[in-house]
């Protein structure tokens, strides 16, 4: 282990320009991790009732602090897919290295454990910049801050880099890199199996127990955030379930009935390797579904907030978590969108020779364009249908518990604004095709 850290370090340190990028955006989702979890350390090391200097009034209450924490921890669950595709992406050159590694005597295990540890060594770097930033942060607004804050900083601060290399690890377990092609191949990702299907056995069970178990009230019931918790998860499973099957039908059908030769190519995609972008799109509709449960949650809030009945708390007590709420629903959509930028980035990255291949074949570079914004667009738009269903019966279920006599049809538009906002993130790549068909990657075909 010594000596692939070591070979590691060498191997960052000589980078070249081309490389930075991809090590500056792991230390980004490092740094970002870092910091939702020092945010979660510090606002968990408050006992009991403690009088906080801003939030209006939530984070005064431990069960409002729980909620805070938990929703901080939930953030790191997008993060840490991000940061899983930028060690996916691999450069030319980086690919030249781990076959020189592997010329070198070096086996397919220890190659990628190397890859993994230099993510590691990034994400160290962006853990440790916003440890230090954190710090001085708490020194500002802290007096005495307890011993257990620093102990859980130094926790978080070496915890996060061994997730990212972690991570890096499950990334890179079907890369191979090979000795003589110079290339990484990666196998076609499986299906969903035993575990999936399990998995969504034990969250219908689970929901149907919240549902059962649910009383009414102003606001909700004490059971409807698990409740909501489970409905998220199962309706997320369904719809990466249904963005699998799709890509695959429509890679079927438009491959034998198409004429067109974006679609023909996206076609054939989608046909050779369905699984990979349901697990690529597996962020956004999750996003999709809390984003718009979200809108139809706060209708109903603000709706009962507005109404004559009176609350415990003050209305800024209430507007204030549901801004807190919507901003960490922004920062999830920002690295969501991030990662799938990242991940259409890693995948032209992998078909570099193919592409190569194409257009030495004469097909024009719009067209490859194009059939990698289909490759997006095609399945994304049927498995975003169940995921804002799923967000709309979310709200509405919560306002008719809290009363509410209007729908929320503004949540609608949440799906439409993420299919949007994927095709330009998948847009923010087509850039580097470019030098994706360059000619000279056939001469390691």
Do not use: K
């Not at 926790?155 to 003589?180: C, E």
């Amino acid at each position: 282990m010594t000596s692939d850290l070591r070979l590691a370090w060498l191997l960052t340190r000589g980078s070249g320009l081309r490389e930075w990028w991809r090590s500056g955006l792991t230390a980004v989702g490092a740094g970002l991790a870092t910091g939702f979890a020092l945010a979660a350390v510090a606002i968990a090391s408050l006992e009991g009732q403690y009088t906080v200097g801003f939030g209006n009034g939530l984070l005064d209450q431990p069960g409002e602090r729980s909620g805070v924490v938990l929703a901080l921890a939930l953030l790191l669950i997008p993060v840490l897919g991000f940061l899983g595709q930028c060690s996916r992406v691999g450069a030319v050159h980086r690919d030249r290295r781990l076959a020189a590694l592997r010329l070198a005597g070096a086996a397919p295990a220890q190659v990628r454990r190397i890859a993994a540890l230099e993510a590691g060594l990034a994400c160290l770097a962006g853990s440790a910049a916003a440890s230090l930033a954190s710090a001085l942060v708490v020194l500002e607004v802290w007096h005495r801050p307890p011993v257990t804050v620093w102990a859980g900083f130094a926790l978080a601060t070496v915890a996060v880099p061994v997730l990212g290399a972690l991570v890096s690890a499950l990334a890179l377990r079907r890369v191979i890199a090979s000795p003589l092609g110079r290339v990484r191949r990666v196998h076609t990702t499986p299906r969903p199996g035993r575990v999936f299907l399990g998995a969504a056995a034990v969250l219908t069970v689970l929901l149907l127990t919240g549902l059962a178990s649910n009383g009414s009230g102003p606001l909700g019931s004490a059971q409807a955030p698990p409740t909501v918790f489970f409905a998220v998860l199962l309706t997320g499973s369904g719809a990466v379930w249904l963005c699998g099957a799709s890509a695959r039908l429509m890679g079927t059908f438009l491959a034998a009935r198409t004429g067109r030769p974006a679609v023909l190519i996206a076609a054939e995609r989608l046909r050779d390797d369905p699984w990979a972008l349901a697990r690529t799109h597996a962020a956004v509709l999750l996003v999709t579904i809390v984003g718009t449960g979200f809108v139809g949650v706060r209708q109903a809030l603000l709706d009962t907030l507005d109404s004559p009945q009176q609350l415990a708390a003050s209305r800024s007590f209430y507007t204030t978590g549901l801004d807190l709420t919507a901003a960490a629903i922004a920062v999830a959509l920002l690295i969501t969108l991030s990662a799938l930028a990242v991940g259409t980035a890693e995948s032209l990255a992998t078909r570099r020779r193919g592409l190569a291949a194409q257009a030495a074949a004469g097909v024009p570079q719009a067209v490859l364009g194009r059939a990698l914004l289909l490759e997006t667009a095609l399945p994304l738009a049927p498995a975003l249908l169940p995921a804002g269903v799923g967000g709309m019966v979310i709200g509405t279920g919560y306002a008719g518990l809290a009363g509410s006599g209007s729908l929320p049809w503004a949540a609608l538009l949440v799906p439409v604004g993420m299919y949007s906002a994927c095709l330009l993130a998948a847009a923010a790549s087509l850039p580097l095709l470019r030098r994706s068909v360059r000619p000279g990657e056939l001469r390691y075909a």
